[in-house]
């Protein structure tokens, strides 16, 4: 049964360049006759995916190549330029921890918030509240502000979350960065428990060795487009002789 599908995806955004051209330089730009469209990236190319549930897929490639923006797409962060994009089921995405959050509310509000958001009841987070704080190590924060918090807290307790309330499909972008060696050992631990239940699970990750164990299939995405999908080892040593 599938749960994520994309036919035919593109993706055209403006350059950075064009996102930093205030609007004063622009109307200045306008009256002096000098005024052009804004120049475009293509930033995804005909992206066509096909995800079954219970899938582990892994995403590789250089920085650049559109694996995060790929994850933007699936999460409904992002709207493509064209091409369609179906989901099925609850989806928890891990694409930049916290980004979700409140800063002016305490931690145990964005807790309720964020599991709301995510389609549970308040009760259902409220009994949830303590294995997030001891797993995100914040039992001493629960009542503090998240803009009282360090980027790295912030990021722990994205992580606990939605690691927490087990949606059917996880999206990790490179989340095994978070924190020390002892906390990023600690995530992999929580990952591995998806992979014993029937979620999908989607992960961008630089750590080569942990995609060839982890993900039955593994996409090396290049420039926006998918460059090889199958099966991981095959796919990291095509991926390797690129670098």
Known sequence: MEVIRLDQV?????????????????????????????????????????VERGEKIGIIGANGSGKSTLLKIISGILKPTSGSVRVYGQIAPLIELGAGFDPEISVMDNILLYGILLGFSRAEMIGRVQSILEF??????????????????????????ATDVQPDILILDEVLSVGDERFKNKCKQRIEKFWDVNATVLVVSHDLNFIKQSCEKVMWLEKGAIRFIGNGCEAVKFYLKTT
């Open 136 to 161: 995100a190590e914040l039992e001493d924060y629960a009542f503090v502000p998240v803009k009282g918090l360090s980027s790295g807290m912030v990021a722990r307790l994205g992580f606990a979350i």
């Open 10 to 50: 593109s993706l055209w955004r403006r350059t950075q360049e064009e996102f930093s051209y205030d609007l004063k330089k622009t109307l200045l730009s306008v009256l002096e006759g000098k005024y052009r469209e804004p120049a475009k990236k293509l930033v995804l190319e005909k992206i066509d995916l096909v």
